[in-house]
């Protein structure tokens, strides 16, 4: 799980970074549909539109921790390396690297002539400038933690980095995914307060055009990009935060890609009449949803009680209930397939029988009229807080709350517009449960979410879990080259999850995204769909969006 901002949501179909995310995404590709190879010459122009239920909260990505957020930077800025096709690391600003032999440094070499939007020369001093800023103890980010793994970083010269490291440290080379912000636009200034925040300047196929609150952000394509402009003249991302009304927008040719919903996804668009006009496409999603619990509060420090909620859970109904099947039940923060996976974990599977002999042993046996558990006259109670525009996580959340009620307990849903939800309640510690999915990369540090370290105001473990065992694994598990060792820690470390439950861990759905078929150039890959985005086109004859 490395926390490095190489993501591009359904546009790049692959996170590298760890954030919340407020839809489902993409990593692993199927067949590639009809209409996907064309002998269409690829030509310049028209936009793309897609749907996206969370509004961007900053385009300083460092200062983010939302999937909208880095969607959109993403098409902005670049990070020294990134993800090829097939999820190998290669150069992105940096042409090429080197690694020594021991592990402990790698030397990064700089594509020459890459411009800022604004026409400025990117160099070594933004490389350096972004590592600064990012461990700089002023900036709210969640992300400095990788960085201060560096003993020394230096620039020879204006197009090379080199970065020694103390100790091994297995994440090092995909950190450097971070997306690298422009030193003469933020030296000397207070990143919290800069206009790049609503206004960014980076390096990457698409330049920011408008923003306009609530409805719509729109990039336009850089005609200096150092990888080769991109075909499609503009991406926009429209902001429409219900995915029923997205549907509808999709279906009158509002929008050109969006993800679907497992209802939308089996039943809705199976005709020809849409299939003609669409490609769809269903791989394995990087991502699981799961309920967390505020362990700070006092009903959820029990972990009787947790493991309780779990055991009334029946996450096959889920998968086939709300995912049509079109998912797996998930018992750790790992995505089986995985070479981290532990295959053995213990989870708590359903059984109500159980779940009430936990919640005798914590003391509630007792029920009022209505069938709810009660202890000294309280009833057993609490509220699931959720995002706007999910229909899958409402649904999901709605079982939930059904299947507790038979155990006796009195479970209520809140759900709250998404920069709300990120702003007011999760970045303030201000819910009881809350009901989320993770994007994870394709290594399985997590560091960031799980160390008792990271528990403080926007940070990833926002529900304040420590143990001092899972801190020692994490540090041993990013703490060496050698695979075999990585792995231990790491399956230790879902075992003790499994047991102390501080999350249900629910499932991981399918990625279901869904392209104009007027798109081409689209070619299915194990790192999704959209890695090869730039070269994504519309031929002349159907192109819609002129100038």
């Not at 769809?280 to 009903?299: E, F, T, V, W």
Request: one cysteine or more; a positive charge; glycine letters at 6%.
């Amino acid at each position: 799980m490395i926390k490095s901002p190489l993501a591009r949501c359904l546009a790049n179909g692959l996170f590298i970074m760890v954030f919340l995310c407020s839809c489902n995404d993409s990593e692993l590709s199927s067949k590639p549909p009809v209409n996907t190879v064309s002998a269409d010459i690829p030509v310049t122009g028209d936009s793309l539109v897609e749907g996206t239920i969370g509004e961007a909260s900053t385009l300083i990505p460092i200062l983010a921790s939302d999937s909208s957020s880095f969607a959109v930077a993403g098409q902005i800025y670049n990070g020294l390396i990134k993800y090829d096709k097939n999820l190998k690391i290669v150069g992105d600003l940096a042409e090429s690297f080197d690694i020594s032999g021991d592990g402990l440094t790698i030397t990064f070499h700089l594509h020459r002539g890459v411009k800022w939007h604004d026409g400025a020369p990117f160099t070594s001093r933004d490389v350096l400038y972004t590592y600064r800023v990012t461990i700089d103890p002023n900036t709210p980010t969640a992300y400095a933690e990788d960085f201060k793994q560096v003993k020394h970083i230096s620039a020879p010269d204006d197009y090379t980095i080199r970065v020694v490291y103390a100790n091994p440290f297995a994440p090092a080379l995909a950190s450097w995914g971070m997306n690298i912000l422009p030193a003469h636009l933020l030296e000397n200034q207070d990143i919290t307060k800069s206009p790049l925040a609503r206004k960014p300047v980076g390096t990457g196929p698409y330049r920011f055009k408008e923003w306009i609150a609530g409805q719509k952000i729109v990039l336009e394509a850089n005609s200096d990009y150092f990888n080769g402009r991109p075909y499609i003249d503009r991406y926009i991302y429209r902001i429409i935060p219900d995915t029923s009304t997205m549907y509808m927008e999709l279906k009158s040719s509002g929008i050109d890609l969006m993800s679907l919903t497992p209802v939308q996804y089996a039943r809705q668009t199976a005709n020809k009449r849409f299939t003609s006009r669409f490609n769809k496409y269903r791989y394995p999603s990087s991502s699981y949803l799961y309920m967390g619990y505020n362990l700070r509060h006092p009903l959820f420090s029990d972990k009787r009680i947790r493991q309780a909620i779990t055991s009334s859970i029946n996450k096959d109904e889920l998968v086939q209930g709300v995912l049509f099947g079109m998912g797996q039940k998930s018992a750790g923060p790992i995505v089986p397939g995985r070479w981290a996976y532990n295959p053995e974990i213990k989870d708590f599977n359903y059984d109500t029988k159980r779940a009430v002999e936990l919640l005798k042993q914590a003391g509630w046996e007792e029920k009022n009229n209505e069938g709810f558990l009660v202890k000294n006259g309280k009833p057993l109670s609490f509220t699931i807080l959720t995002n706007q525009g999910n229909q899958q996580r409402l649904m999901t959340a709605q079982i939930v709350q059904q299947r507790l009620r038979t155990v006796g307990i009195d479970v209520k849903i809140r759900v709250v517009e998404w920069a709300a939800f990120l702003k007011e309640f999760i970045n303030k510690g201000n819910f009881e449960v809350v009901m989320l999915a993770w994007n994870i990369s394709q290594d399985p540090d997590m560091y960031d979410i799980w160390h008792s370290s990271k528990t403080a105001p926007g940070e990833l473990n926002f529900i304040g879990y420590k143990n001092s065992e899972v801190d020692r694994l994490l540090v041993e598990g990013r703490g060496t080259f050698d695979m075999e060792k990585r792995k231990k820690a790491y399956f230790r470390i879902q075992e003790i999850l499994a047991e102390d439950q501080p999350y249900t861990f629910l499932y991981v759905p399918d990625a279901l995204p869904v392209v104009s078929s007027r798109i081409r150039g689209i070619e299915p890959a194990p790192a999704g769909i959209g890695y090869n985005q730039n070269f994504w086109y519309v031929p002349k004859r159907e192109q819609v969006y002129l100038p």
